[in-house]
């Protein structure tokens, strides 16, 4: 099983700042398939990103996913009221196994 | 546009047994696989299993093999996940999405969720 560790667990943040989230993994996530969601409280997760780097459909261009191999981080600019959520990574390199992270809360400072 | 509808909150004790609905609409229901991701209280996102409605091929987590029963009725493009003895621990929110092999291995979309409470 790959397992996805997120960091850090928490962000304080302002609106308007830069948000940089790290998931990292315990092997090299194949093809680097691996997503990023976003769940704000009382909602169900949205797809954010997939395959490390494309954006969903709909998706604000403020969201960027990089990384490769076991390190993948994604990168909010110009954080917007509802941009404070969690934040969970997830790869589907192995599709016996799949997998999240434990989230990243990004919270207003 | 697909949308996952679930069904509704459930309030169960414990050893009673519960099947939760996830229904389909906007696309082809036999061309995707459904997911199953469990979120206990406060806690992060996990995995439970994916079903293949066109033949009900099925693929389990192994936490949750035998845990649960996971299945699908094409007729009416819904995606069931069933307890035969609920237990105090099982109670969360259930969320169904929308999943496919290699390339498209991400959750897209999800479901409302269903909130499934277990308590004497």
């Known amino acids: 099983e790959i397992v996805l560790t997120q960091s850090p667990g928490t962000l304080s943040l302002s609106p308007g700042e830069r948000a940089t989230l790290s998931c990292r993994a315990s092997q090299s996530v194949s093809n680097n398939y691996l997503a990023w969601y976003q769940q704000r409280p009382g909602q169900a997760p949205r797809l954010l990103i997939y395959?490390?780097?494309s954006r969903a459909t709909g998706i604000s261009d403020r969201f960027s996913g990089t990384g490769s191999g076991t390190d993948f981080t994604l990168t909010i600019n110009r954080l917007e009221p509802e941009d404070f959520a969690v934040y969970y990574c997830q790869q589907y390199g192995t599709s016996r196994r799949l997998t999240f992270g434990g989230g990243t809360k990004v919270e207003i400072k | 546009e697909v949308q996952l509808v679930q069904s509704g909150a459930e309030v169960k004790k414990p050893g009673e047994s519960l099947k939760i609905s996830c229904k389909e609409s906007g696309y082809s229901f036999t061309t995707s696989w459904i997911a199953w991701v469990r979120q206990l209280p406060g806690k992060g996102l996990e995995w439970m299993g994916i079903i293949y409605p066109a033949d009900s091929e099925t693929r389990y987590s192994p936490s949750f093999q035998g845990q649960v029963t996971i299945s699908a009725d094409k007729s009416i493009n819904t995606a069931y996940l069933q307890w035969n003895s609920l237990k105090a621990s099982d109670t969360a929110m259930y969320y169904c999405?929308?999943?496919?092999?290699?390339?498209?291995?991400?959750?897209?979309?999800w479901g409302q969720g269903t909130l499934v409470t277990v308590s004497s």
């Open positions: 395959s490390a780097s």
């Open positions: 999405a929308t999943w496919g092999f290699g390339e498209l291995g991400y959750f897209d979309p």
